[in-house]
């Protein structure tokens, strides 16, 4: 309790400073002099103000994470310095723990649990996860036949990474892409989200009393077409980490291509959850609702097409409805709020049409279906589950991002695989069912890059992160992610 009054006011006190951008290790004004609102999503009003980069910022970034690429006291650090580094700010994040939950809280409306309990603590795990790899980075040697040589490869960071990323899970997102590239070696440019930069730039006084060369991170907080496009055309750019919408990854991928530059891309996701007739109903209905309703369902994996066998189909309806119902939506920092409001007018707006898009189109609302003035002033939506969904209706095939299922009946396992797999996205699916036999064929046949059985949003530092298809490609998690910030060089040494 103390902990967390103690937070408040360090979250309150963080939140009325000025904040710039944070380049060579220092607080830097916006060259423009202009600065953006941010909002908090639970009552509409501003939280604070926050530097509007543009192409002369990321210039300014860009240079000092060049410099600082080059520069010894990076380069040459040792990995195991690099590693004990990245555990230090690790250790700086847990101990700022409440205050970040807090902020995440504050700036997006994730419910303050979820961010105190889950994400934060991820965030963390991530980065000690990702220390422990700064030492473990492996080259080969390789058996030639081509002659008397020893061959062998290194592997070398890629140079300067422009990170971007949304602002569904602000500490997060910006935590898996630094992780990885600070093992391996590069340097980083991180625009946050607009909705969302604050957790990111409390972070960043975190590297700096953490002890991290000049340069090595630095925050340019702006529009995405404005600070986001111009890091993408940077030419001195090696790399872009991206993760947003699936619209504006193909133009990353499009501007990268002209000078080659390395792309990652997380994207959207329209992601099946199929209800096996055997399937433990219980688990398999809270754990669908949590699929769909965590984050107030603008998460990418958002478990948003929740398939179930006909014969079960009316009973797990009904408890569908009654478990959305039931959920417990307000501020985001009342501790006992299960969602929180979604971050935006415009997203607001956005879900509201999609739900208004189901009615027309002849889906029936089960429960919820419209906003939740009552929860507050907030942007607050009800939990809403739809039924008589059809696959070619609107809200069977478009990401969301919001807190609403579309609840359709399967008949038979290759038909539901089939369904499921017809969609453009491939990011992840959940699997309900006591059958192993089913399980494994469902895993082995759903284009998705995770699939969970009995199961749904578990994450783990360890294990690979990513979409097949639309949803992107490149994975983020585990030691796959280094492949991402990482160049392999090839080396033949003639032994004659
Ligand atoms: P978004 O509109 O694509 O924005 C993502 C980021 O890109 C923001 O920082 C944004 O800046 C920036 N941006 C926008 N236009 C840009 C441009 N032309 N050039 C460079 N940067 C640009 O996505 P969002 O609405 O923030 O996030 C929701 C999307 O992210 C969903 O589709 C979701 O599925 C996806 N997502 C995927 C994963 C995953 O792991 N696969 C995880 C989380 C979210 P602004 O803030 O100014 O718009
Ligand atoms: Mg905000």
């Not at 996701?269 to 609702?289: E, Q, T, V």
């Not at 607001?348 to 208004?356: P, S």
């Not at 639309?470 to 983020?476: D, L, N, P, T, V």
Request: aromatic share 8%; with cysteine.
């Amino acid at each position: 309790m103390e902990q967390s009054l103690n937070a408040v006011a360090a979250v309150q006190n963080f939140i009325h400073q000025p904040h710039h951008h944070y380049i060579q290790g220092q607080w830097v004004p916006s060259q423009s002099g202009l600065a953006m609102e941010d909002i908090d999503p639970s009552t509409r009003t501003v939280l604070t103000h926050v530097a509007r980069g543009n192409g002369d910022d990321i210039n300014r970034a860009v240079e000092a994470a060049r410099q600082a690429f080059r520069e010894k006291s990076w380069r040459q650090m040792t990995p195991q310095a690099r590693g004990v580094l990245m555990w230090k700010l690790a250790d700086l994040m847990a101990e700022h723990l409440e205050e970040l939950a807090q902020i995440d809280s504050l700036d997006m409306g994730m419910p303050l649990r979820q961010a105190q309990y889950g994400t934060v603590p991820m965030a963390i795990d991530h980065m000690r996860y990702m220390a422990g790899w700064a030492t473990k980075i492996e080259g080969e040697t390789i058996p030639v036949s081509a002659g008397p040589f020893f061959n062998y490869t290194v592997r070398q960071p890629v140079g300067v990474v422009g990170a971007i990323i949304p602002w569904n899970f602000p500490l997060l997102m910006a935590v898996w892409k630094l992780g990885a590239a600070l093992a391996a070696g590069c340097t980083v440019v991180l625009k946050p989200a607009e909705q969302s930069p604050l957790s990111v730039l409390r972070l960043a006084s975190l590297v700096t009393e953490a002890g991290f060369p000049p340069g090595v991170i630095n925050i340019v907080t702006g529009y995405g077409p404005e600070a986001g496009a111009a890091l993408v055309a940077h030419p001195d750019v090696n790399k872009i980490a991206f993760t947003g919408s699936t619209e504006v990854g193909k133009s990353i991928m499009r501007t990268a291509a002209d000078r080659m530059a390395r792309v990652s891309l997380e994207l959207g996701g329209k992601s099946p959850n199929i209800i096996c007739a055997d399937a433990n109903l219980k688990r398999a209905i809270s754990g669908s609702m949590l699929g769909i309703f965590m984050n107030q369902g603008e998460v990418c994996s958002a478990g948003s097409r929740i398939y179930v066998a006909r014969e079960i189909y009316d009973e797990a309806l009904e408890q569908m409805a009654a478990y959305a119902q039931n959920m417990r939506v307000g501020m985001a920092l009342d501790p006992k709020t299960q969602m929180g409001p979604v971050v935006s007018a415009e997203q607001y707006e956005r879900v509201l049409g999609y739900i208004a898009k189901g009615r027309q189109e002849g889906a029936k609302v089960v429960a919820g279906g419209g906003e939740m003035s009552r929860a507050g002033a907030g942007f607050f939506i009800e939990p809403t589950v739809f039924a008589q969904v059809t696959d070619s209706m609107t809200i069977a095939r478009e990401e969301i991002f919001g807190p609403v299922a579309a609840v359709m009946p399967f008949d038979s396992i290759d038909e539901v695989i089939e369904r499921a797999n017809v969609s453009a996205y491939g990011l992840a699916a959940g699997v309900w069912t006591e059958n192993v036999r089913t399980a494994h064929y469902l895993a082995h046949s759903l284009e998705a890059g995770t699939v969970w059985v009995n199961a749904y949003h578990v994450y783990d530092a360890a294990a690979p992160w990513g979409g097949f298809k639309q949803s992107g490609f490149g994975r983020e998690m585990g030691h796959h992610a280094l492949e991402l910030y990482t160049e392999t060089k090839d080396v033949w040494i003639s032994l004659q």
